[in-house]
């Protein structure tokens, strides 16, 4: 697992322009990558489940104050998703935490492009909010919320690709050698990465008792959050370099 996380970083650490363009195809690159890697480990493993591991409740940011931003939260969702796990949120007295439900290999993943990709878009907003003046808060919020949701979209994109890719791969495979074993495993292995999902889910089901919390109320500035749009579609989810986040270090992210 530190292979492909330490392959991601290296595509990440690519793109060193500050150009805002540059900044989003990584992500994607880098999703595309670990979901490709997800699909050969699940193709490996097919055989021997008893070698899976184990579902585990840990922590994936945590921060100062009673509340989480929305734009934090809406990261912690699609990053997770992304990569077999799920997310609820709790407080203590002094602070908030997203904790992330899955399996240790799936969840390290998911933290790491948390980190860089909240890194990432709080710089962008910092510096587009410069550019036009400091707007205010509720256009910042905005762009990252905006901003989230292109990267969230993009991300999604990316898993589809790299399974269609796979599909394609095993097809082609199939008609030299005139079989259907190739695209059977493919396929199985596609379907046993999509239900890490629902295991994790679960496994929060039956360990935890979590209550449904209300949808919190956020005023949107349509243009701020149109230009955190445009800005995710150009985050170069490879210019990530910059994070320097270990591969494995399970603690929680502050900020």
């Keep these: 697992m530190e292979d492909v996380i330490e392959k991601v970083r290296k595509l990440l650490a690519l793109s060193k322009s500050s150009n805002v363009n540059e900044a989003a195809n990584a992500a994607k690159m880098a999703q595309k990558l670990m979901a490709k890697h997800a699909i050969e480990e699940a193709m ?46 709790s407080r203590q007295r002094r602070s908030s935490r997203i904790h992330i439900v899955g399996r240790p290999s799936d969840a390290a993943k998911a933290r790491y492009m ?4 909240r890194n990432t878009i709080d710089e962008l907003a910092k510096a587009a909010s410069k550019e036009r003046g400091n707007p205010g808060r509720t256009w910042v919020n905005s762009f990252r919320r905006g901003a989230v949701s292109e990267v969230g979209r993009r991300m999604m994109a990316a898993i589809k690709e ?3 890719e796979a599909r394609e791969l095993a097809a082609a495979t199939d008609r030299v050698q005139e079989t259907s074993t190739a695209l059977v495993k493919v396929n ?11 295991d994790a889910k679960t496994w929060m089901d039956t360990n935890l008792n979590l209550r449904t919390r209300s949808a919190s109320s956020f005023t949107v500035d349509s243009h701020g959050y149109a230009a955190g749009k445009r800005a995710g579609a150009s985050i170069d989810l490879s210019s990530g370099g910059r994070a320097g986040l270990g591969s ?3 603690k929680a992210l502050k900020g």
């Design 44 to 89: 490996l493993d097919e055989s021997d489940p008893a070698e899976d591991e184990d579902i585990e409740d840990d922590l994936l940011s945590s921060m100062e104050g009673s509340r989480i931003a929305s734009w934090k939260s809406d990261l912690g969702y699609y990053v997770s998703r992304a990569n077999g796990c799920r997310t609820y949120h």
């Design 114 to 117: 948390f980190a860089y990709l």
């Design 162 to 164: 790299a399974q269609e």
């Design 188 to 198: 199985a292995a596609i379907a046993k990465v999509d239900a890490k999902q629902a």
């Design 248 to 250: 494995g270090n399970r």
